[in-house]
């Protein structure tokens, strides 16, 4: 196998086998770390600052709550996304969401992130034994949200999570719980979302199986006895998430949209995120904005930017594409796109 596909299964299963992280903001001690992985363009492009602005089938990742609000009654959306993530890995996003009048919005969520696969090689067969390994990490959500009031929406997400190293896979479900309230004042709107609260992950497979013997050293024994090597059970990522987004500019064809957000994840230190969307005609988009500003770890802040387009195909079926790139150094600028449709 290659370093760098040896590097990622490390990086997956590091929590699973690793002791307790030394620094005090636990970075690296919990599992399924890509369910912390901004899923959409335009979500991603304004800094992750997300919790108060995001709405349609976007906000099924950022908070289930901005499905809906108290003028939906039917249609729907279902966007799509895929991103070039870190060294060579693919992550990809499909959410859609759907309105039935007083029952509320219903969501559905597959978030997907593909390590790929490179060949299996040992000191016998340095070319390559003829098999294939890989990495792969899975989420599955089934939303719903409602409007309490004119102002007040709700939502949750329940969701399995499938974390899976060559043989070896874990699996667990989570839950996301959201809140958004529009004030009315200058379209502000304040978010609230805890995220990935769920049963811990432990992995499981053939190769942790063993045949050995307890005491070498004595003759006459079994030395063929049947083991298994112990791993640990390691928790979610749980996230606390509170923003507020406000539209701080409006004049003709122009609007200026700005947000901000505190995050505080469990296997990181406590940050802010900030964006801002510059819109022409509410057509066309220029987002801006930067992740996890004071930050412990120096490396998780960047830059991000991006561009949009929204476009009405007829009176019913509605069109958004969208692109971003985003500073990951030491691992370069990864991009996303996005493409949604509503009905």
């Not at 997300?50 to 976007?58: F, I, K």
């Amino acid at each position: 196998m290659t370093t760098r596909l040896f590097l990622l299964a490390l990086v997956t299963a590091a929590p699973f086998v690793a002791g307790p992280a030394r620094a005090q903001d636990q970075a690296g001690t919990k599992a399924a770390a890509f369910l912390l992985l901004g899923t959409d363009a335009r979500g991603t492009a304004l800094g992750s600052a997300q919790v108060a602005a995001a709405d349609g089938a976007a906000a099924l990742y950022w908070n289930p709550a901005g499905i809906t609000s108290a003028e939906a009654t039917t249609g729907g959306e279902v966007v799509f996304s895929s991103s070039d993530w870190l060294v060579d890995t693919r992550h990809n996003y499909l959410g859609a969401t759907f309105t039935a009048g007083s029952m509320g919005t219903f969501g559905l969520s597959v978030t997907q992130l593909d390590y790929g696969e490179e060949p299996v090689t040992t000191i016998e067969n340095p070319e390559g034994t003829g098999e294939l390994w890989g990495a792969q990490d899975l989420a599955v959500g089934v939303s719903y949200a409602r409007a309490l009031t004119e102002r007040f929406t709700i939502g949750a997400t329940g969701k399995f999570v499938h974390q899976q190293v060559w043989n070896e896979t874990a699996g667990g479900a989570a839950l996301d719980l959201g809140l958004r309230y529009e004030t009315g004042y200058r379209g502000l709107v304040i978010g609230m979302a805890m995220t990935n609260f769920g049963s811990d992950l432990r992995l499981r497979g053939r190769d942790l199986r063993r045949r050995i013997d307890i005491d070498p050293d004595q003759s006459g024994n079994n030395d063929d006895l049947p083991a298994a090597l112990e791993v640990g059970n390691w928790a979610m990522p749980l996230s606390f998430n509170v923003g507020v987004s406000a539209e701080a500019y409006r004049a003709g064809d122009l609007s200026l949209l700005v947000t901000a957000q505190g995050q505080a994840p469990s296997d990181n230190s406590q940050s802010a995120s900030f964006g801002g969307e510059f819109a022409f005609r509410d057509l066309f988009f220029v987002r801006g904005g930067y992740r996890q500003a004071f930050s412990s770890v120096a490396e998780d802040g960047g830059w991000a930017l991006g561009f949009g387009l929204n476009y009405d195909l007829n009176d019913r079926l509605g069109l958004t594409v969208d692109y971003v790139f985003q500073e990951y150094e030491p691992f370069g600028t990864p991009q996303m796109f996005s493409v949604g449709v509503t009905f």
